[in-house]
């Protein structure tokens, strides 16, 4: 979590100043313009501060406070590259219109995967009324080990549908490569499809609408003969869920929480009608 909450806040801090202190005396030629279209796909690391979770449904009303989770990287693979496996990594989709020569409405999902770690001791408050799972509370905590109390996961995944605004600036002009710098921020609905597997329940794993969340971010953008583009963005973020399924039925058993969350990632993507200002 520190490594990628450090790592974006070094990006947004370079891109910030980088932005201020290059001052040329010739403005850049606008590589973008009001009316065009990018598309971009690319892949991220992501990390999460500790949350408390609270479960609540028939015979429990419970809180496991401070829980530690990690994100769930796809080994590195053919599966990257192949259109039939695209979606099991950790991924990212965009497409973006410029509003203005510099501001572009941006749609996106981030794929993003939220791993409990099971080799952590929590602290437990609340109620369990089944003596068999009562009994994993020990002295005001839950050693979350063993997994015939717990599994909860975001990993099919802990997805974030949103629509942002971006500002762009050119940093660099030539005749066949730009460098663009992009800030902004976006809101969205949490649409994951969470697996969770609680008091030797059948294992819920559905998509539903759990939450919502909100971001900020930034971008370096490299654009190659006006149109091929490599991207590189840091995001940082807040999630709330107040409506997680934890049970496979239509019973009201659910869970919230609500994290900070960092995201690093990288990909590729294409720009539509991309001009040069003569």
């Known amino acids: ?39 971009f ?10 949350s408390d979770i609270h ?3 028939n015979g429990y009303d419970f809180q496991l406070d401070n829980v530690v989770a990690h994100d769930r990287p796809t080994p590195f693979g053919i599966v990257y590259f192949d259109p039939a496996w695209f ?6 989709f965009r497409v973006g219109y410029f509003i203005k020569d510099n501001l572009a409405l941006v749609l996106g999902i981030d794929h993003m995967k939220y791993v409990m ?9 609340g109620n369990i009324t089944d003596p068999t799972y009562a009994a994993y ?37 030539k005749k066949n490569i730009d460098l663009v710098w992009s800030y902004g921020g976006g809101i969205g609905v949490m649409f994951p499809k969470s697996n969770v597997k609680l008091f030797g329940n059948e294992r819920s794993d559905r998509f539903h609408v759990a939450g919502m969340g909100t971001d900020l971010r930034t971008s370096l953008n ?52 991309t001009k040069k200002n003569k």
């Open 222 to 273: 490299l654009v190659f003969w006006n149109h091929f583009m490599a991207r590189l963005e840091a995001k940082a973020g807040y999630i709330n869920m107040w409506d997680i399924k934890t049970t496979l039925n239509n019973k009201p058993d659910k869970a919230s929480q609500d994290f900070v969350f960092g995201q690093v990632m990288f990909g590729v993507g294409y720009t539509f009608n």
């Open 87 to 92: 979606t099991v990594p950790q991924y990212n």
């Open 1 to 39: 979590m520190k490594k990628v909450i450090i790592l974006s806040t070094l990006f947004l801090g370079f891109n910030l100043s980088f932005g201020q202190d290059l001052t040329v005396n010739t403005k850049p030629e606008p590589l973008s313009k009001k009316g065009q279209m990018f598309v």
């Open 41 to 50: 796909f690319g892949w991220n690391r992501g990390a999460f501060s500790n």
């Open 137 to 173: 509370v020990q002295n005001g905590q839950v050693n979350l080990a063993d997994e015939n109390f717990l599994t909860f996961e975001h990993t099919d995944g802990l997805n974030y549908e949103n629509l942002g605004l971006e500002k762009y600036q050119n940093l660099i002009n």
């Open 117 to 125: 770690d099971q080799n952590q001791t929590v602290n437990f408050s």
């Open 55 to 57: 479960f609540k449904g």
